[in-house]
């Protein structure tokens, strides 16, 4: 396989991360995402921004999954605490409360410090999912 096909495989690998984002972002119509497509800065950070279009507050929650191509299957890796080890992507806040008709940045950090290996590209998956409020909201005080 030479470096062309890599290449081709990583770019329908993202195509296909995309449309699997879409889906979710328009199954939650509470909330909207500026963009289903974000490139990194030459730091390998970023930036999406949520905005509530509920008239309630909404709880969200972020998560990182990993791309990678093997044998040419795609796998998704999730970086949960459970491989913490590997993480090299994360999301900042990773849970976040929305007023109605908040705006909130969430940012995106490429963790790797020290010898990185950037000679290829990194995909990564972002969903953004509604979640039920933390017991402590769960009062109509905080609706």
Same mark, same amino acid.
């Given at each position: 396989?030479?470096?062309?096909?890599?290449?081709?495989?990583?770019?329908?690998?993202?195509?296909?991360?995309?449309?699997?984002?879409?889906?979710?972002?328009?199954?939650?119509?509470?909330?909207?995402?500026?963009?289903?497509?974000?490139?990194?800065? $030459?730091?390998?950070?970023?930036?999406?921004?949520?905005?509530?279009?509920?008239?309630?507050?909404?709880?969200?929650?972020?998560?990182?999954?990993?791309?990678?191509?093997?044998?040419?299957?795609? &796998? &998704?890796?999730?970086?949960?605490?459970?491989?913490?080890?590997?993480?090299?992507?994360?999301?900042?806040?990773?849970?976040?409360?929305?007023?109605?008709? $908040?705006?909130?940045?969430?940012?995106?950090?490429?963790?790797?410090?020290?010898?990185?290996?950037?000679?290829?590209?990194?995909?990564?998956?972002?969903?953004?999912?509604?979640?039920?409020?933390?017991?402590?909201?769960?009062? &109509?005080?905080?609706?």
């Amino acid at each position: 396989m030479n470096r062309h096909d890599i290449n081709l495989i990583g770019f329908w690998t993202l195509c296909v991360a995309l449309l699997l984002n879409a889906w979710q972002v328009s199954a939650a119509p509470t909330f909207q995402l500026d963009t289903l497509f974000q490139t990194s800065n $030459e730091n390998g950070n970023g930036i999406f921004t949520l905005t509530n279009t509920n008239n309630k507050s909404i709880f969200v929650q972020g998560e990182v999954l990993q791309i990678k191509t093997e044998k040419g299957e795609i &796998k &998704k890796v999730p970086l949960n605490r459970d491989n913490f080890m590997i993480w090299d992507l994360a999301v900042n806040p990773s849970k976040l409360r929305l007023l109605p008709g $908040e705006v909130r940045d969430v940012a995106v950090k490429y963790l790797c410090q020290s010898n990185c290996d950037r000679s290829s590209d990194l995909v990564y998956q972002i969903r953004f999912s509604p979640v039920s409020p933390p017991k402590q909201f769960k009062s &109509k005080r905080y609706r």
